[in-house]
């Protein structure tokens, strides 16, 4: 059964702190990886990884896939309050018709300050 | 473009009680997905279609049929609905595996 895991389940941190999230999977026909960041409504795209080692950046946010320890982490330097969501980890799946996304629980970060 | 649009955005059904839920895409794409989010929880994927007329199941699919006439409109059908089927429901659309996702409709069955 492919399974996606995230940790920690909620972190409540200071302005200015930065916080790394973690994924680790376990899945079969792996194709990405993809963050998502969830406030109070639908999921919004935040990063799609399919090579190891290659950083991808957007502002403060940050990722990075490992597929030979099968993880990501998903760095927020400086946090603020606008970045408190659940941050959500999914791994897409080639089925031979379709890329199917299966998801982790989700982070919940809670920016304080 | 509108992107991905859902109704309603909220829905309070009795027991046994039928609905569908609809889902629109104005971006051309061929993948279309369905998706439950319980609280606290991530989302599981209900259905799923590659294109008109294809559809397939996903993880639970129990309890709920879907349809795919054209490529835009992807509509999501509880036939008799029940109160473990209270969740936020999400339709998704995606292209080169990046998902775009609608607004949700909440759902809860008394």
Redo the contacts between chains.
Sequence with gaps: EDKVVQSPLSLVVHEGDTVTLNCSYEVTNFRSLLWYKQEKKAPTFLFMLTSSGIEKKSGRLSSILDKKELFSILNITATQTGDSAVYLCAVGLYTGTASKLTFGTGTRLQVTL | NAGVTQTPKFRILKIGQSMTLQCAQDMNHN?M?W?RQDP??????IY?S?GAG?T?K?EVPNGYNVSRSTTEDFPLRLELAAPSQTSVY?CAS?WN????????TRLTVL
């Design positions: 993948y997905y998706y606290g929880m991530g989302l599981k994927l799923y590659v294809i397939d996903g999400f995606s595996n990046e998902q775009f996702f609608g607004p949700g």
